[in-house]
């Protein structure tokens, strides 16, 4: 069973920030948070991961709270091509990735 | 293109035929994987390659299904006397191997068994 919980789906209009929550309640210390998406019939894209920073790239924010029980991935401006399934991950080494159902972002015109 | 490449991108069978995927990972990574992913649902891990040794396999990786990676390169996933509930996504996904796995997925191969 998947480390994370994360709802279902959001609703987010373009051009705004996109804020997908991701509760892991159970994670070890050594352990990591991986974010990924998949646009519809593609595989899914890395987007950034973190272990108790706080975390920037070019795609997005990773925000981890301090007792690291749940993160935040922040899109900053949301944009139509983001629409996607958003997939949080806790992964540890010698680990498998086990993935849950993700998140449905829905970016609105 | 360096990235994760499957062949093919859709297969179409009929239910008790043998079927066989290729993956062609990022060519410096050590690390293959195979996921299934059925509709709705995330990726289910299948089974893993560390060079040319398959390393774990799920218990979803029933008997008619065989992975190899002959020469540390590329892979092949067969499943024999498909059925219909082999219809999904298989995936196809590579890494480093570190510490920080970051995995690079391809496009996947989508079956239907008829």
């Known amino acids: 069973d998947a480390k994370t919980t994360q709802p279902p789906s959001m609703d987010c209009a373009e051009g705004r920030a996109a804020n997908l929550p991701c509760n892991h309640s159970?994670?070890?210390?050594?352990?990591?948070v991986y974010w990924y998406r998949q646009i519809h019939s593609q595989g899914p894209q890395y987007i950034i991961h973190g272990l108790k920073n706080n975390e920037t790239n070019e795609m997005a924010s990773l925000i981890i709270t301090e007792d690291r029980k749940s993160s935040t991935l922040i899109l900053p401006h949301a944009t139509l091509r983001d629409t996607a399934v958003y997939y949080c991950?806790?992964?540890?080494?010698?680990?498998?990735?086990?993935f849950g159902p993700g998140t449905r972002l829905s970016v609105l015109p | 293109d360096t990235g994760v490449s499957q062949d093919p991108r859709h297969k179409i069978t009929k239910r008790g035929q043998n079927v066989t995927f290729r993956c062609d990972p990022i060519s410096e990574h050590n690390r293959l994987y195979w996921y299934r992913q059925t509709l709705g649902q995330g990726p289910e891990f299948l089974t893993y390659f560390q060079n040319e040794a398959q390393l774990e396999k799920s218990r979803l990786l029933s008997d008619r299904f065989s992975a190899e990676r002959p020469k540390g390169s590329f892979s092949t996933l067969e499943i024999q006397r498909t059925e219909q509930g082999d219809s999904a996504m298989y995936l196809c996904a590579s890494s480093l191997g570190r510490e920080k796995n970051i995995q690079y997925f391809g496009a996947g191969t989508r079956l239907s068994v008829l």
């Open positions: 159970t994670i070890s210390g050594n352990e990591y």
């Open positions: 991950i806790v992964y540890g080494y010698g680990q498998n990735f086990v």
